[in-house]
């Protein structure tokens, strides 16, 4: 998921065998145990808030001049649950779409904005 991830791109694992979408990655398909998995690789992906929380203090000096931060409990509309950092104060049920990217650090970090309705009233 890294180099999908240093591309800005958020790479979802699918086994070919059953079609379940699993996230984090897993060496083996996590309903059917098949090894046959594929990457699913998108820019964004759709999902949905189940639960946040605002952090005011972290150790990490990276946060510094930062706090505070939302953190999500994210369902994707693909199946897979996810934490990650939410643009701005969301709550449960609040449409998102899941962007993935790297930190500071190199490693690959979820991030989720409101999702754009494309409704039109
Ligand atoms: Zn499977």
Redesign the pocket.
Same mark, same amino acid.
Request: include cysteine; proline fraction near 0%; glycine fraction near 0%.
């Given at each position: 998921m890294k180099a999908h991830a240093a591309e800005g791109r958020l790479a979802l694992q699918r /086994?070919t =065998?059953?079609g379940?979408i699993q996230y984090p990655p897993r060496e083996l398909?996590g309903? /059917?145990l =098949?090894d046959t998995l594929e990457w699913r690789v998108t820019d964004d992906e759709p999902g949905e808030v189940l639960a946040s929380t605002v952090l005011h203090h972290s150790h990490e000096p990276a946060f510094n001049g930062k706090l505070p931060i939302h953190v999500g409990l994210i369902r994707l509309d693909a199946g897979p649950t996810a934490i990650g950092f939410l643009t701005e104060a969301c709550s449960a049920g609040t449409r998102v779409r899941v962007t993935a990217k790297l930190d500071y650090r190199g490693r690959a970090v979820l991030s989720a904005a409101l999702a754009i309705s494309k409704e039109v009233s």
């Open positions: /086994c =065998a059953c379940n398909c309903v /059917c =098949a």
